[in-house]
């Protein structure tokens, strides 16, 4: 069975600090990997997803993720960090060969943002 | 584009009461759709899912119902809630194969 863990429940950053949130999953065949961003009382909105091609991902708000198959990683990473950037991210694995398309979401990490 | 709606937003309801939750997407069809949970202070919990009219899976045994009346209509319902209940609905769709993009969310306060 495919799972995804967030070893970091919680992550507090310096606003302009780098940050990296870790993703690790586990998947017996080749994954799609996803990268979601929640703000207090909305919904899930899509940061970037890797289905193939080159590992380094780039999304929305000057996020990247990269794809290390070695490690069973998808690490989401931004080089300088903003106050409006603090929310609960949630890492996410599927299959997508089949009809249901059904993900497997990580338990997220909540970024808190110093200033 | 396409467009995901959620009603309501939120909805306080008491114990052992009905509950209905719609969401409808616009500008796509045959999409699949998905119910999701989040309890307080945890992750998503897929609790429905349909890939076409009146063809809907069920992940979690619960008091909680779902159906697709019309292709882009899909109704989480419930006939008595429980304090359990209370949470956030998020409705989500997606084309064959790729990603899901998520609705704003319905919070369900159950007193």
């Known amino acids: 069975a495919q799972s995804v863990t967030q070893p970091d429940i919680h992550i507090t950053v310096s606003e302009g600090a780098s940050l990296e949130l870790r993703c690790n999953y586990s998947y017996g065949a080749t994954p799609y990997l996803f990268w979601y961003v929640q703000s207090p009382g909305q919904g899930l909105q899509l940061l970037l997803k890797?289905?193939?091609?080159?590992?380094l991902v780039q999304g929305i708000k000057g996020f990247e993720a990269e794809f290390k198959r070695s490690q069973s990683s998808f690490n989401l990473r931004k080089p300088s960090v903003h106050w409006s950037d603090a929310a609960e991210y949630f890492c996410a694995v599927g299959p997508l060969n089949n009809a249901g398309n059904m993900l497997t979401f990580g338990g997220g990490t909540r970024l808190m943002v110093k200033p | 584009s396409q467009t995901i709606h959620q009603w309501p937003a939120t909805l306080v309801q008491p114990v052992g009461s009905p509950l209905s939750l719609e969401c409808t997407v616009e500008g796509t069809s045959n999409p699949n759709l998905y119910w999701y949970r989040q309890a307080a202070g945890r992750g998503l919990q897929l609790l429905f899912y349909?890939?076409?009219?009146?063809?809907i899976s069920s992940e979690v045994p619960q008091n909680l119902s779902a159906s697709r009346p019309q292709d882009r209509q899909f109704i989480l319902s419930s006939k008595k809630l429980l304090l359990s209940d209370s949470g956030f609905y998020l409705c989500?769709?997606?084309?064959?194969?790729?990603?899901?993009?998520f609705g704003p969310g319905t919070r369900l306060t159950v007193l």
């Open positions: 349909s890939i076409g009219i009146d063809q």
């Open positions: 989500a769709w997606s084309p064959r194969a790729d990603t899901q993009y």
């Open positions: 890797y289905f193939s091609g080159d590992t």
